[in-house]
């Protein structure tokens, strides 16, 4: 039973860490102007410009079906929202990856991004 259980946690972890990021590798990504991937907050717009991930843009989870098309299926997106018990994120990720997006959701949300100092962008 016991390695049974075991083999069911590593496929899982493996599985759950190709679609994870952490707030110091978007970081990066955002600090070499990456541009194999686009970082999307789902939050609602107030939010949103009252801070967020540098080169990040907005897309209220509410609103993903109005902007859909614009979004490019050739690079990655990474989707936050406000933290680490938000859902918006891993369900607007879900939905997108059944349309064939590549998606990953930056663990956290923006709270654990505020948390690591990591710098913030406000909108007007």
Same mark, same amino acid.
Request: proline letters at 5%; aromatic letters at 12%.
């Given at each position: ?5 075991? +083999?069911?946690?590593?496929? =899982? =972890?493996? @599985? ?11 970081? !990066? ?15 609602? *717009?107030?939010?949103? +410009?009252?801070? !967020? ?7 209220? *989870? ?24 938000? =859902? ?16 990953? @959701?930056?663990?956290?949300? =923006?709270? @654990? ?12």
């Amino acid at each position: 039973m016991q390695n049974k259980m075991n +083999k069911g946690a590593v496929k =899982f =972890f493996e @599985e759950k860490l190709k679609y994870e990021i952490d707030p110091y590798t978007v970081r !990066h990504i955002v600090d070499e102007k990456d541009k194999n991937y686009i970082i999307v907050d789902v939050r609602d *717009s107030n939010s949103y +410009k009252a801070g !967020h991930v540098p080169t990040a843009i907005n897309i209220p *989870s509410r609103d993903v079906a109005k902007f859909i098309n614009k979004l490019p299926k050739n690079k990655i997106l990474i989707f936050y929202c406000y933290h680490v018990t938000c =859902f918006a994120a891993p369900r607007v990720a879900l939905g997108l990856a059944n349309k064939g997006y590549k998606v990953m @959701e930056m663990i956290g949300g =923006f709270d @654990e991004w505020q948390k690591n100092g990591h710098p913030v962008e406000k909108s007007k």
